[in-house]
């Protein structure tokens, strides 16, 4: 048994072990996963400088993802035809944190009409929803210690069956920002953002295709912020995917996204680093902006809508409306009432607290520095006219 670490968690191969032997499965499938994990159980053992809370839920959190991977691999054994199922032209919500993109996805989640990743679904994708009889027993149910601090609870603004990002069936190949909002992990986050996802999204496809069989084909709806670092293999497994973007002034999202960071990291660890959070989020932020930037110059700029998101505030119909034609579909008069009780319920919802800059080590205009070519290319990407 490898040494668990004081203020760590277990050793990888223990986590391994574990998951093993509470479901009594043994195969993981490709071996890809692997250098993730073991980076990600050093880093959380030699940096993260956990509580015990923190140690418990994310050791809890890492043994839910091999579990689940565990009996992924079960059921496509059990069911090969499921490899069968097709993803036709996903759309990938592929924004800035902070900037509408999640009120975007919950707008889109309302058409009955498109298939869209819910939050109960989202950590524990098994028993595939198409095979449950009855009420899902998953739903309005937290999966983990962790999951209810990220997450919020059971509910989401669009209720217990709202959608949520990709980040959890991205981890199952260990190669997802959702741990670095967990904990101080600065050795996984420079990995990370280097690594080559090309079978992280291989096997979030294999995932999708578990959670549409035996339902009717409808088409996905998605959205992770960390889609823009790695656009080039998202292409790959998805090779019609087409993407919407909002766009909201960095130096308002920088702030905001770690502030939420810095709300999470504090219950898993007594030595919270406000300046090391505004550090990672102002690099790994504007990295991702350099590289969203890079992939529509080189060809790919026709796959992308764009909103902004004071327009999203002013008219949010109106702008799905104007994403449903770029689309060349109809928003149906369900869709359009559906979103209508959405907005209305959530439109004056809980507000943060105005992040102060000075404790993340961050300025307004240091920040707009960096994200120069951006502020340019949003004026024309997504123009926005204040006395319209």
């Known amino acids: 048994m490898e040494r668990m670490v004081q203020g760590g968690i277990q050793g990888y191969r223990d986590l391994i072990d574990r998951a093993r032997a509470e479901t009594g499965l043994d195969d993981f499938g490709d071996d890809g996963f692997r250098e993730g994990l073991e980076i990600l159980v050093d880093s959380l053992n030699r940096e993260a400088q956990l509580n015990a809370l923190g140690a418990s839920a994310l050791a809890e959190r890492i043994v839910l993802h091999l579990k689940q991977r565990l009996e992924i691999e079960d059921w496509y054994r059990r069911h090969p035809e499921i490899e069968d199922e097709e993803i036709r032209a996903p759309l990938f919500g592929v924004s800035l944190p902070r900037t509408g993109s999640s009120a975007l996805s919950y707008l889109l989640s309302s058409d009955p009409a498109i298939r869209y990743l819910r939050v109960w679904e989202s950590s524990r994708p098994c028993p595939p929803p198409g095979t449950v009889e009855g009420p899902d027993p998953r739903r309005g149910v937290s999966a983990s210690t962790a999951d209810e601090n990220l997450k919020g609870g059971t509910r989401t603004p669009s209720g217990i069956d709202g959608a949520m ?224």
Request: hydrophobic share 40%; glycine share 6%.
């Open 165 to 388: 990002e990709c980040q959890d069936l991205m981890a199952l190949d260990f190669k997802s920002q959702i741990f670095q909002a967990f904990a101080r992990i600065p050795r996984y986050s420079d990995w990370l953002m280097q690594a080559d996802l090309n079978g992280t999204y291989a096997y979030h496809k294999r995932t999708l295709k578990l959670l549409q069989w035996r339902q009717p084909s409808r088409p996905w709806r998605l959205k992770a912020p960390t889609h823009m670092l790695y656009l080039d293999a998202l292409v790959s497994a998805y090779p019609d995917a087409r993407f919407v973007m909002t766009h909201r002034d960095p130096s308002e999202v920088i702030l905001s996204v770690a502030t939420v960071y810095a709300d999470i990291i504090g219950k898993f660890s007594d030595r919270l680093d406000h300046g090391y959070l505004g550090e990672l989020n102002l690099r790994c932020w504007s990295e991702a902006m350099r590289r969203a930037i890079a992939f529509r110059d080189a060809g790919g700029d026709h796959r992308f809508h764009d909103i902004h998101f004071r327009a999203m505030l002013r008219d949010p119909i109106g702008e799905v409306r104007g994403l449903y034609d770029w689309l060349g579909e109809p928003v149906s008069p369900e869709f359009a009432r559906a979103m209508a009780v959405w907005w209305t319920s959530n439109e004056n919802g809980e507000r943060m607290a105005k992040p102060d800059p000075a404790l993340f080590g961050l300025e307004p205009a240091a920040i707009r520095g960096h994200f120069g070519e951006y502020l340019a290319r949003m004026e024309r990407w997504a123009p926005f006219d204040e006395a319209a």
